[in-house]
């Protein structure tokens, strides 16, 4: 399967996991909510551009805000993460040949702790923006605090399980010579 159509799938497969499953867990809601949807800004592969990567970052949070009529609520966490990204992923593992040798980053091409750093600092930086966008509304910081951190651990839960279902290890990319 293209990296193209793979892409769209999952694009389109978390939004609908967000909306009408996570979504719908009665008991998390009020003080913790799971997201997943963020994951696929995530998993996307090494080569995206900046531009790329902003652009479906706003795409991503678009949607899920037109599905729960929120807008901008969501789009401007997933425009943060996708600019953090880059400088993430370099900071984490600075070595070129990882970059070339795998197509997306993964506990297999970046290593599990720099992944699991990597997973866990964006999820953090994203339900901190979204929270705090949130209690710009409400005007409850401890709130925020306490919402951010429960909800973070959860989504993080979730995306080991993600990835735990999903098995993406990756071979080496074929040489392009």
């Known amino acids: ?31 913790v909510v799971p997201y997943l949807y963020f994951l696929f800004i995530l998993w996307l592969p090494f ?46 593992q600075p070595k070129e040949d990882v970059e070339l040798n795998y197509r997306e980053p993964s506990a297999w091409s970046l290593g599990l702790v720099p992944y699991f750093t990597y997973v866990t600092i964006l999820t953090f930086i994203h339900h901190t923006v979204l929270f705090f966008l949130q209690a710009l509304q409400t005007g409850g910081m401890v709130y925020f605090i306490i919402k951010s951190l429960f909800s ?20 080496l990319k074929e040489s392009l010579g």
């Open 1 to 31: 399967m293209s990296t193209l159509v793979r892409n769209i799938i999952r694009f389109i497969l978390f939004i609908l996991v967000q909306v009408f499953v996570l979504y719908q867990i009665p008991p998390l809601h009020h003080l």
């Open 47 to 92: 080569k995206t551009g900046r531009r790329t990567l902003l652009v479906l970052g706003f795409l991503l949070g678009f949607s899920l805000d037109a599905f729960t009529g929120t807008f901008g609520l969501h789009s401007v966490p997933c425009v943060v993460i996708a600019y953090l990204r880059p400088f993430l992923i370099t900071l984490l």
């Open 152 to 171: 973070t651990a959860i989504s993080l839960l979730l995306i080991l399980l993600t990835e735990l279902l999903f098995n993406r290890k990756q071979g």
